[in-house]
Every structure is written in C-alpha cells, then in structure tokens.
C-alpha cells in the first residue's frame, strides 16, 4: 500500500478478501506472503474520477469521508488507511463482517456516520488495537500514512494472548449417575454429533424409558446450567444429570420419546400431520420458547431434528406432545455476547445476522425466531431438508446474505405462510417476538378456508376428463339444488397458487365461476366450479360440433388455447348468443416484466410465444 501510494493511487476496496495468500505458516511470520488484488475501484489523484456511483461503495470498509460525500478529494491515502484499520479489525475478528449486527448496508452508514465504531475483537493486542483506532480517527489528517503504518507493526510485539475457553474434561457440577451401577447402556440408537444409546434402570433407580448421549466434546457452563435449573418444562426434554463411566467419555441421562425426532417421522411418512396438528405442534415448541427466553436464554439450534415426539396423531390435535431438546448452542439472551471461537453452526438454519459474524456473535430471541421459521417450514415440507442437499453451505449463506428467502411448500397452508415469512426478515427487529408468534398461530382459523365439506356439501361422481396434475369429475350438489358443477383436483406443486388465482377471478364474467374450496384429504387441492354445458371450444371445434364464423371468433382472446375456453353458450350465427370463460390458471402469473417465474411447469412451445421460449 505505500508503493501505490507512491504512485498517487487510491486503491479503494482494501479488505481481506482482496488479499491473496501464496505462502502460509501460522507459527513463523516471515514464512508468509500476500499480494494485494482487485483494482476495480481503483482511482489516480492525478485524473479527474469518471464515477462517483455510491451503490459500489464497500461501505462497511470505506472512510468517513467518502460516506459524506464521494467527490474525488474524498479519495487519499488516508481514506484506504480507514480501510486499512478495518481490514486489521477483520483478520483479527476471525472474518467476521464489519458491522456484523447491522443487516442493511445504508444502515452501517448511517451507525458510521453517528460515531459508532467496531468493538474490540475478543483477542487483541493493546498495541494493535491502538493502532486500528488511529485508523479511523474523523478527522483523515489525524490518520497515519502507510509508512508509519509500517514502522509501528514493526516495533510491536504482542503479547502472548491465550483462548479464554479452556476444554473441560468433566462436567463441572459432578457425576449423579454411575454406569453399570445405576444405569445400563444397551445399543446404539442414532445420533450425528453425539451417540445415543438405549438406556435401562438399574436396582430400581428410577422408572421410564431412558438414554445415555455420549458427548465428544465438554459441554459448555450454558448448557450444564439449562440441564440444572431450566429442564423443569412440560415440553423441554427431561435431564437427570451425568453418568461417570470408565470410557473417559462424557455421558448424559435422559428420558426417551418413544417416537424420536420429528424430523425423522416426517421425512420417512410415518407422520403425515394436518396444518391444525402442525399448529398445535408449533405452539408447544414456542411456549418452551417463551419460558427459555423469560430465563433469559435462547435456544441457538431450533430446527425439527431437536423436537422429540412424544405422542403423536396426524389428524387430532390434541393427542400430540412434544418437548424441545438438544441445548449444545444454548447461551444468554444477548446479541451483543461476544463468543472467544468459532462455533459448529447450522447454515441452513440459523439466522443471516448469525452468518455475518462467522457464528460468534448476534445471537438473540429474533435469531431464534428466524430458526423457528425455518422449523415451521420443515415441517410443513415433510421433513424436507432446507435448501435441499444439493447446494453448498457458501452458495446458502451467499442466499442468505442476499436476502432471499425459502420458497412456499404446496403443501404449507396459505394462512401459515405470512407468518413464516414475518420470522424470516432480514431485520432482527421487524421479526415477532415469540409471544407475538404464538398468538399469531393461535389466531389462525384453517376451517374458515374450507367453504364446503365432500360427502356433506357436495358429492363427487366420475371422472370427466384430466391429467395426472389436475383431474375434472362430475359431481353433484347434496343440500341445495344450484347449478352444474364439476370437482378441479389438483394434486401440483403450484396447486394452492392456482386455486388463490381461480377464487381471485372468479367474479368476472369470462373467468369460470369457482364457488369455493373442499375439504378433504390435506394432501390436495379440491375447488368447486360451475360446469360448462357445452364442454371446452378445442373439443367442440375438433369434433365440428360448433363452426363459428369469422365474426364470433373475434370474442375470444387471441393469445390462450381453444382447450382453456369453456363453451357456455353457443349460436353459429348469432353473436351475442355466445358466452365463453376462460380456464386453467396453472400458469398464471404476475404481469411483471421482471418476473421470474421458478415454478417447474412444462410450457407448450405451440401456443408460447418466442420470447418465452428463449
């Protein structure tokens, strides 16, 4: 940096991620070399800027200076000095991203411009520290220059500065528990982290299904003093305490679900829950929530696979338990505690704030309802892994920090997907609040969407005509005598997209009338709409039934299949003794230019126009 300063140059983007590794040893300082990279915002003093576009500014990195006003005297030597400092910030924060808290980069401006500065990373030298705060003094003629830069890192030598967290061989409160003498451990159950085993009271000890978790590494004082003072909830899991062993391993004791995780039951259909059991499920893994967050702590590891059932039934309710286990990641309520190392973090789950500070920092009860959104998507997905397992854990955390989001499962309820969503934005703040969630969910009513009941309201008879995705049947009212209907199954991944676009538009004259929503089997979609009388126009063309004239055909849209046009009425040579309604909203989408359309729904090349086939 002093020899392109040298040179007049600014280089405009310094950071670590600009700095290019050719030699590595951690122990010996000179065995190292770096090499500065990417001069695409780089600028001469000597030449007038060509841009001054602020949405390519670095600015969690850049100077105060540039902030205010981006004007080519904002751009000196000591405006990369300012990003020098950062850059030192960086690499000793272990890659964390400056202003990590912040979600909204014009926000960090805004925290910039009002005074706020980084924190001190958890293991600095004073001296480097020092040297970092100089860095970022308001005023630039009051920063060092590069060469002093250098001539200060050359004198320093910092001092021997040890990891806070030193591994604890055994659980600080004690053994409770002996093997072989007050309890047995049978055979392996499962377990990805930590081994499970099938558990058995010995002597009488105690009564209930038990299993011994083999721990690898110590458990931290947060957990230790969740299983001790915060296990006393009717859904957190049951912990009795550790067992000493001979194995030099850390075992803990516990109850046993005799179903196991929920995630597991729904991936392998053994549990296929209606959207009102999944409520109740919901809100006895939020009221656990509540009362760990009331204790001041939070969870830091939410997701299905931490959900053991206990009782379960797919279609009441009131006949599922469940209780909330697996505290490895629990800590304070504080999303300003600053962890001293890396934690193991589950990318697909936890929230984009926990993702900027490399998993040490930003947890809170907001990152918890994040991960709660995610569970809630789990769930209603079957089990489905977020994200799928095809994409890497880099192209997820890019997805998050992008602000994108999970699409709808079909199979989640429309009155649970805005709520899913609320707990996924970006902001901590503008997600609800537990207490808030719960009564969110406890206001949903899933009947009110249901107009009418099969076998009740409406009767169902042959099949007419169909595809595997969408089947059309005959069917009958059974309380009143109203008009012809036929049943729409339809069994899609976009099935609740294109049964809101059916009841949506149903009120125009030449769209088919749809009455409502069947209830049914949770796993499909039935609607109710009127039956045209004389089938669809391609049918009735084919089979030269209808030979309308010139004149009459200038009533229907130019640009949709004859096979999508119901025939309500139809005279050969009298015009307005036609009617026609339009049909089949697969496709429909909204009429944005900019819209990407992700739903994976064959289109017919026939009827597509060119643009939409490139």
């Known amino acids: 940096m002093s020899f392109i300063a040298s040179k007049s140059i600014v280089h405009g983007d310094l950071g670590c991620r600009n700095v290019l590794v050719f030699k590595l040893d951690p122990n010996q300082p000179k065995n190292n070399l770096v090499k500065i990279t990417d001069f695409g915002l780089a600028r001469s003093l000597k030449i007038s800027s060509i841009s001054n576009n602020s949405s390519i500014i670095p600015k969690r990195y850049c100077a105060l200076e540039i902030l205010r006003n981006n004007d080519q005297s904002s751009y000196t030597e000591k405006s990369d000095v300012y990003s020098m400092g950062v850059l030192i910030w960086e690499a000793l924060s272990n890659s964390e991203i400056p202003y990590s808290y912040i979600a909204d980069d014009n926000q960090v401006v805004r925290a910039k411009l009002d005074n706020e500065r980084l924190n001190k990373p958890l293991i600095c030298d004073r001296q480097l520290w020092t040297l970092m705060t100089s860095c970022w003094e308001d005023e630039r003629e009051w920063r060092p220059n590069f060469e002093e830069i250098k001539e200060r890192l050359s004198v320093i030598k910092p001092s021997e500065v040890s990891d806070i967290r030193e591994p604890i061989s055994l659980p600080p409160t004690g053994c409770a528990f002996k093997l072989n003498v007050d309890v047995s451990r049978n055979g392996l159950l499962g ?58 391993s850390i075992m803990l004791l516990q109850e046993r679900a005799p179903y196991g995780h929920l995630q597991e039951l729904l991936k392998k259909h053994v549990f296929e829950p209606t959207p009102m059991v999944l409520i109740n499920i919901f809100s006895q893994i939020i009221d656990a929530m509540i009362y760990i967050v009331n204790k001041g702590m939070i969870h830091g ?12 039934d797919s279609s009441k309710p009131k006949e599922n338990f469940i209780k909330l286990t697996n505290f490895a990641l629990a800590r304070p309520n504080k999303s300003s505690l600053l962890e001293d190392k890396r934690l193991t973090i589950s990318v697909e789950y936890c929230a984009p704030e926990i993702l900027r500070s490399v998993g040490r920092l930003n947890y809170s009860e907001l990152s918890d309802v994040y991960s709660m959104g995610i569970l809630m998507w789990e769930a209603c997905s079957q089990g489905k892994l977020p994200h799928g397992s095809s994409i890497s854990n880099k192209e997820i955390r890019q997805k998050k920090l992008n602000g994108e989001i999970l699409p709808r499962s079909w199979m989640c309820d429309r009155q649970i997907w805005p709520i899913i969503k609320k707990c996924w934005e970006n902001e901590p703040e503008s997600r609800y609040k537990f207490q808030v969630l719960q009564t969110k969910l406890s206001s949903i009513n899933l009947e009110s969407q249901f107009q009418y009941e099969l076998g009740f309201y409406v009767k169902m008879n042959n099949q007419l005509y169909g595809r595997p995705e969408q089947i059309v049947y005959d069917a009958e009212w059974m309380r009143k005598k109203k008009s012809p209907i036929v049943l729409i199954v339809i069994n899609t991944e976009t099935a609740e997209c294109e049964a809101s676009f059916y009841i949506e538009l149903s009120s125009y004259k030449h769209i088919v ?86 739903r994976q729904t064959s289109i017919s090349i026939r009827y597509a126009a060119p643009e939409i086939i490139a």
């Open 301 to 312: 590891d939410l997701r299905c696979s931490n959900v053991l059932v206990f009782q379960m």
């Open 513 to 598: 009338h749809t009455f409502g929503l069947v209830k049914n089997d949770p796993r499909s979609t039935i609607l109710i709409q009127e039956r045209a009388p004389h089938d669809n126009l391609l049918t009735l063309l084919k089979r030269q039934i209808f030979k309308p004239s010139t004149k009459i055909l200038n009533i229907i849209h130019g640009d949709l299949r004859c096979d999508n046009v119901l025939v309500f009425k139809m005279n050969q040579l009298e015009t307005k003794e036609n009617l026609v309604k339009l049909t089949n909203f697969a496709l429909t989408c909204p009429n944005d230019p900019s819209f990407i359309n992700n």
């Open 191 to 248: 377990g990805k982290f930590r081994k499970i085993y099938e558990a058995q009271w010995m002597l009488d000890k105690g009564t209930g299904s038990i299993v011994l978790i083999e721990i690898n590494e110590a458990p931290t004082d947060y957990e230790v003093l969740f299983y001790k003072e915060r296990d006393n909830h009717q859904h957190i899991i049951n912990t009795f305490g550790f067992v000493e062993n001979n194995f030099r």
